[in-house]
């Protein structure tokens, strides 16, 4: 077995009385796309700073790459990609130049850069906007343009955080599709994002983190058969009959979620479920069952919904 590609114990990181990540730990394997999963604030961006060598921690221990992000952080840098929650791309250059204009930041030579510049506007879908300004580009191609300069160096490591944040779906599918090539490549990801569909898409394993803790980890699937059951049946009320009808719940299924909005049954047979809420007279505006999400997940672990 190799060694994981990230190793952290007991890492924290506070600022002055805040504390932003409470003593986590975690290990990420070479070749895998890894998640870390949560709300706004709880703490996921903090601890990508951290293993990109960019903000020191506190406490506890953390290795990428074998290096130590405190004192090789310019060694460990030329070895990473990094996506940024917000593009940071020079909008009045071109695709081309800001693709040459990076490389040339790893003292990569010229022509090494251009032919790289080739495979990654191919691997991007971007070949036929090479001499585009940026700032004429679409969100969606913007993203795929920062993926694609996080690459010129050939990375071990490729950090994305938040990386389909403001897309719209069409632009969100596209750019998983990017990076499950990527994966079958053998890049390691790691990622973080609040969407829950992107990490059942991409991650192979992930930590759900909620107040600076991690609160869970495993694969997607793995995580969804330990904390939720096989199916959900959700029901939606009018509004002045929900709370009235809360009592009539007990029992009816596994476990029983209400929300403001709606009422969640966790069963393993949605069909049973759904008979015996007819059977007591429960007469909900729409009925909708579904398979078990991370969301649920989330839900059960936290007590709350997921984007603050």
Not at 44 to 50: C, N, P, Y
Not at 59 to 68: F, K, N, Q, W
Not at 185 to 192: A, E, K, N, P, Y
Not at 230 to 256: C, N, P, T
Request: hydrophobic content about 40%; proline content about 4%; glycine content about 8%.
């Amino acid at each position: 077995m190799t060694e994981p590609l990230v190793v952290a114990r007991s890492l924290t990181k506070r600022f002055g009385d805040f504390t932003a990540v409470d003593s986590v730990d975690f290990t990420v394997d070479r070749g895998e796309a890894f998640g870390f999963l949560g709300p706004n604030g709880a703490g996921k961006t903090s601890t990508m700073k951290m293993i990109g060598a960019v903000s020191p921690i506190t406490e506890g221990g953390l290795t990428v790459l074998g290096l130590d992000p405190m004192s090789d952080g310019p060694a460990l840098r030329a070895r990473l990609g990094v996506v940024p929650q917000e593009d940071n791309l020079d909008t009045e250059l071109t695709v081309a130049e800001n693709l040459m204009m990076y490389g040339r930041y790893f003292d990569l030579p010229r022509t090494l850069i251009r032919d790289r510049i080739d495979e990654l506007l191919d691997f991007a879908q971007l070949t036929d906007r090479r001499d585009a300004i940026v700032d004429d580009l679409s969100g969606g191609m913007k993203r795929r343009l920062t993926i694609a300069r996080a690459l010129i160096n050939e990375p071990d490591v490729l950090l994305l955080d938040e990386p389909t944040t403001g897309l719209d779906p069409q632009a969100r599918h596209a750019l998983w599709d990017r990076l499950y090539r990527l994966k079958k490549r053998g890049v390691t990801l790691i990622i973080t994002t609040h969407y829950m569909d992107e990490a059942e898409q991409l991650c192979d394993r992930l930590v759900v983190m909620d107040k600076a803790k991690i609160v869970a980890e495993g694969a997607p699937l793995d995580l969804i058969r330990a904390h939720s059951t096989r199916e959900v049946v959700e029901l939606r009320f009018a509004i002045d009959e929900q709370e009235e009808s809360e009592h009539a719940f007990e029992g009816v299924a596994k476990g029983i979620e209400v929300l403001p909005d709606r009422v969640l049954l966790y069963t393993d047979d949605a069909d049973d479920t759904v008979g015996e809420v007819h059977d007591r007279g429960l007469g909900p505006e729409t009925l909708l069952v579904r398979r078990a999400t991370l969301e649920d997940v989330f839900l059960r672990l936290t007590g709350r919904t997921l984007i603050d």
